[in-house]
């Protein structure tokens, strides 16, 4: 069993940054690959970012990809979500998940956080 905590979520302007956490509970964090989903009101559930057990491995959605950086600290067991040039339209809630159930880092993941609240505004 893994618990996953977010934290660093909040409200900025766009074109802003804020970064993300997520402390893992456990002591075989490397063993697992973990990954960033939001959710955003009346829509569902979707893959923005996530990185291998080693690191050697990121894969980000086209949405994101060159504004948001992943990257993963074994000495802390925690992984984070590097935001920055905001828009709007990355209001959501975000999700931390740890264990990708197959192969693919896209998902579908064993363990799931509360999510953290990241609003945008224009």
């Known amino acids: 069993q893994v618990t996953l905590v977010e934290s660093g979520g909040g409200l900025v302007q766009a074109g802003g940054s804020l970064r993300l956490s997520c402390a893992a509970s456990?002591?075989?964090?490397?063993?697992?690959?973990m990954g960033w989903f939001r959710q955003a009101p009346g829509s569902e559930r979707e893959f923005v970012v996530a990185?291998?057990?080693?690191?050697?491995?990121?894969v980000y959605s086209d949405s994101v990809k060159g504004r948001f950086t992943i990257s993963r600290d074994s000495a802390k067991n925690t992984v984070y979500l590097q935001m920055n040039s905001l828009k709007p339209e990355d209001t959501a809630v975000y999700y931390c998940?740890?264990?990708?159930?197959?192969?693919?880092?896209?998902?579908?993941?064993?363990?799931w956080g509360q999510g953290t609240q990241v609003t945008v505004s224009s």
């Open positions: 998940a740890a264990g990708s159930v197959g192969v693919a880092l896209t998902g579908p993941y064993y363990y």
């Open positions: 456990a002591h075989t964090f490397s063993n697992y690959a």
């Open positions: 990185i291998s057990r080693s690191g050697g491995t990121i």
